[in-house]
């Protein structure tokens, strides 16, 4: 039989092996198991002290590792928040949309406040103005002992500038209280192109906001030294990093939606209702803007459509929106017999968008080709008057007033048709240098005859008419004083006015006048008309520069009429010098070079016209008009009054057997002594031809036949092709140049033959002469001709075109 051992019993608790946080071990006051054996007792107590400093270890870094791991958490959760927010890319196409049409409206809002504040400024400053005046008046009363009578009609006539002051500012007033009180209705759904760019440019704002923000606090850094503010910093960071990831309810979370601050459908600041609709307009998606009727979709209609000014009204408004014009406002629309009429408002920029947009506008409106037309505000530079033209604009204009021989007063305005805005067009001529530029059909012969009967009408002028085209006056040369069609009679005539002009300067004062010309009976204005001015030879128009100079005040007057108005064309930049423009359908750069750079912006758009084709007249005679006395400074189209040839040669007839006005006697006599143009050659230098000639003189000479009209021509034009002998034509009419331009000859071309050669002028001026330059040479190559252009190098950017010698040597070649 085995004996075993003596057993060892080992005390788990006493030793602390096993130790749990229920069963923490003996405490110093328990009992224990044999308390006779002393040095077990001292051996539990050394071995529970170690076992309480373990678990402190262990727990010190168990909470070290979770923290460490929360910190950790919490920086790749800072630096992804960072992230998104930086480039906004946790944004939905909600958020984007309402954030987007918010911005859009505060900073309308804003620029509705500065308005209305500077009208407010604007009434203050003038209300202020009217009390001075006030206190003035009262002053001179009670300072009036001396002239009591004279102290109060001073008093009074101040008050009443006061009142006047006092008017204007209530008028200011209204104006600020309209301001404040208009409604939004620049509502437009973004496109995707539109959230994209919203995004871009919240990202570009807020890097570039926490770009300040670190420079800011690096320069702290740098500016206050040591450790400190790094420290800070750096325990900042750590501090949001570790709460981020120790309490996810700490963590950003993507907003609501925010709600649109005004009301869809109203466009008025949004109240509790409002909010509710546009924060769930916003989740939902696009809501439909501006509906008129229930089973309306909010897209754009026909102007043909609107029965109502409202639908009207609500037509315009979704056309402009929906060609990405910034609209502020939109007027109640106005009906007329011929269509619509609207004010519209731009929030930023000018009008100039909106007439970037008209082609794009008749489409959306169902309307023709230029029925569309705007006419900005030249007084509030972000309104434009938009009329939307479905009839005739010009249905009910007058017809041409009869006027008596000798019953005008040059001086008076006169009636020359209808404008826009249903008033007559009425302006006076006086003191005025004025031209006429509008294509072949643009009804250039028109308007120059309805200013004639004016003219031929007046007690108080004598009329010139010059056309080296040779077609004259028409039904009205006999009221014309002195008409001339030779190039060369022409030049005489021009220099004899100018003599005529100085001559008047000196006399001026001596006969009472003061600092300009009082036309009277016995003392009347010279009106020179001049038709296709580029045929003028070059000396004439260096006469007629000069001449511009000098004969607005001394009562000589001139107005000439051209195709263009570009330089090529004129020979120089004279189309920007007259303070009367008037300008028919033309190409783009006609209205530029007669109005300057950013008249289409201003809202000339003469361009925009058509002329007359065939039986069709289209827009002939339709001008706009700039520096006219008495018409509005805003950019409108006018239409002057036909007249028939028939009853203009009754009238014609009826002036000349009453007598036609002459140049009187003391304006004859002081030309006599008068200097010539400075910087031209005449007979008495260089065997030039040119010299003067006294009125009485020059009317007998122009009257006089011409001596070489019975002598045979050298060349007989039967002889020649047509195309060189249209060519050659051109030179004749141009008093024979040393060249013409590509051009300038295309210009006596369309004359000859529109249907072949107008063809191009829709065309931008270089596809225009290329085409003509190839057209040239096939025509010329068909008929056996050898002559080619050339570039001209006198000129500024060496233009092609023809020069007369090498004109002429295949002139004598093709004999």
Known sequence: MTTLPEPFVLDLETEGEFLTDDKPGPTHDAPTAGTTHNARTSGGKSSAAHGAASRLTAGMIALARRETIAVRTGAKVLRAERAAWLNASDETPAHLRAGLLNHRYSTWTSRQQSEAKN????????????????????????????????AGKQATALRRQAASLRKEAAGWRKQATEASQRPYTAHLEPAEADLRRHRHRTAT????????????????????????????????????????GRFPGWRRELPEVPPLAYELGTDHPAGTTGTDQSSSAGRAGAATPGTQTPGDTGKPFTIHEATTPATATECVRRALLAERVPVAHVGDAVEYSWGWESVARVSEGTPGVIANKLGDL???????????????????????????VTGDLFGEMKPPPYRAPHSVDITKAGVFGMSADGTDLSFSLAELMGEIIARS????????????????????????????????????????????????????????????????ARIRRKLGMGDAWECTREHPAVIVFIDEFPKLTKRSKQIIAELMLVGRKEGVWLIFAAQGSTKELLGSNIAQHPA????????????????????????????????????????????????????????????????????????????????????????????????????????????????????????????????????????????????????????????????????????????????QWAKWDDRDDRSRLRELGKALSRALRDAGVELSSERITELDGQPRGYYFETVQQALSETE
């Open 119 to 150: 009208l407010e400024e604007k009434a203050a400053e003038l209300a202020k103005q009217a009390d001075k005046l006030d206190r003035q008046a009262g002053q001179l009363l009670a300072a009036a002992s001396a002239d009591p009578e004279d």
């Open 205 to 244: 704002r807020r890097w570039a906001a926490t770009a300040a923000l670190g420079l800011a606090i690096g320069w702290a850094e740098i500016r206050i030294g040591g450790a400190l503010l790094p420290a800070l910093t750096a325990s900042g960071i750590t501090t949001t990093a570790w709460a981020k």
């Open 580 to 755: 009367l423009k008037i300008i028919g359908a033309c190409r783009d750069v006609d209205t530029t070079g007669a109005l300057g750079s950013g008249a289409a912006d201003f809202g000339y758009l003469p361009h925009r016209l058509h002329p007359k084709s065939g039986k069709d007249l289209n827009h002939c005679a339709q001008t706009y008009i700039v520096g006219a006395p008495g018409l509005s400074e805003d950019p409108m189209l006018h239409k002057w009054h036909y007249i028939p040839d028939d009853e203009g040669g009754r009238r014609a007839a009826e002036r000349l057997a009453a007598g036609l006005v002459d140049v009187d006697q003391a304006s004859i006599d002081a030309a006599l002594k008068a200097p010539n143009p400075p910087g031209l050659k005449f007979a008495d230098e260089e065997e030039e031809y040119l010299h003067y000639v006294p009125w009485p003189d020059l009317l007998a000479m122009v009257a006089e036949p011409d001596d070489h009209e019975d002598e045979p021509e050298d060349d007989d034009p039967a002889d020649l092709p047509p195309i060189l002998q249209a060519i050659r034509d051109a030179f004749v009419h141009e008093s024979e140049p040393e060249y013409l331009t590509m051009d300038q000859l295309h210009g006596h071309l369309r004359e000859d033959d529109p249907g």
């Open 362 to 388: 008749e489409t959306r409106f169902d309307v023709g080709d230029g029925d569309v037309i705007l006419q900005p505000n030249r007084k509030r530079t972000a309104e434009a008057l938009l009329r939307v």
């Open 441 to 504: 059909g643009g009804g250039k012969s028109t308007i120059m005859r309805d200013l004639l009967d004016w003219t031929t009408a007046a007690y108080n002028a004598t009329t010139v008419f010059l056309d080296p085209s040779g077609d004259g006056p028409g039904q009205f040369t006999d009221a014309v004083k002195l008409t001339a069609t030779g190039p060369i009679q022409i030049e005489f005539i021009l220099l004899s006015l100018y003599r005529l002009a100085a001559g008047r």
